[in-house]
């Protein structure tokens, strides 16, 4: 719910600038949920402990908030689920190698080839709903 604003009007209409206001937005939720996944989970760096789930919350929310300016943000969640349900399931047990790239979900905390792809999925999804918005709900 926090990646739609039910006033299209007010986008179209307002002085105000709202990709500045939307990226703000995804930014403060964005650390703030990294900071406290980063806190509530042990483990070794060089495993799967605090900088994997920070990685994985913002390749995440980038996935999510490209979702919300494609298809909307009631289904905004759909597409991340899909993605890690199936990278889970299918990713190689050794990491590196190309499955860093696409599985990057599934690669331990220091993997750079991971933190590339997940910085660029936050980066990209990010500036794409900053500047489109959510797709609006037709009712």
Do not use: C, K
Request: charged letters at 10%; zero cysteines; hydrophobic letters at 55%.
């Amino acid at each position: 719910t926090s990646l739609y604003a039910p006033s299209d009007e007010l986008d179209r209409t307002s002085a105000l600038r709202w990709p500045l206001r939307r990226a703000a937005h995804v930014l403060a939720l964005t650390a703030l949920a990294g900071a406290l996944l980063r806190l509530a989970v042990p483990g070794h760096p060089e495993a799967f402990g605090g900088p994997a789930i920070v990685r994985n919350t913002l390749g995440s929310v980038g996935v999510a908030a490209a979702a919300a300016a494609i298809v909307g943000a009631r289904l905004s969640w759909l597409p991340v689920t899909v993605y890690l349900g199936s990278v889970y399931l299918t990713a190689p047990s050794a990491p590196g190698g190309a499955a860093a790239v696409w599985a990057w979900p599934m690669q331990p905390g220091p993997q750079v080839s991971a933190w590339a792809v997940a910085v660029g999925a936050f980066a990209a999804g990010t500036a794409l709903l900053a500047t489109r918005g959510a797709r609006p709900v037709r009712q």
